[in-house]
Every structure is written in C-alpha cells, then in structure tokens.
C-alpha cells in the first residue's frame, strides 16, 4: 500500500536527517512514490490513523511525522 511506503520512507528521512517534518515538495522529489495524487492519498491515510500530520505555513506545507513513531528502533 502507497502508505505503509511513504511512511517507511518518512521515518527512514526523518532519522537519518534528524528532523521531525518534511516538506511535501522533498516527499514528491525523493520518495517511492513520484505522483501527487498518489501522495494526496498516502498522506491522508496516514492522518487518518494519526501516523502524520499535514501542516501548512502559508505556501509551504510539511508533513510531520508522529514522534513515537521516530522514537522506535531503526
């Protein structure tokens, strides 16, 4: 599922940079999954189920990671 993979890949981003959001435009770049409808998608399923956050700052919008979910093992 579309998910379960931008959530691997969030986490994996989040600790190896040592940060706790990451913009969407670096999630469109550098993720599994290149199309912005299919990350629309993942990002809601992860709100939905309180694994990530969409957050917006005018233009610029990030999505933050649950931080229990950066505080288990790698």
């Not at 981003?13 to 770049?29: D, G, K, P």
């Amino acid at each position: 599922m579309n998910a379960e993979r931008l959530e691997r890949w969030l986490i994996q981003y989040c600790r190896r940079e040592q940060v706790a959001s990451v913009t969407t435009r670096t999630a469109l770049q550098y993720r599994p999954l290149r199309d912005k409808t299919a990350l629309q998608s993942a990002l809601a399923a992860l709100e939905d189920h309180g694994r990530a956050r969409l957050l917006a700052d005018g233009r610029k919008r990030s999505v933050m990671v649950n931080p229990a979910l950066l505080e288990g093992q790698p």
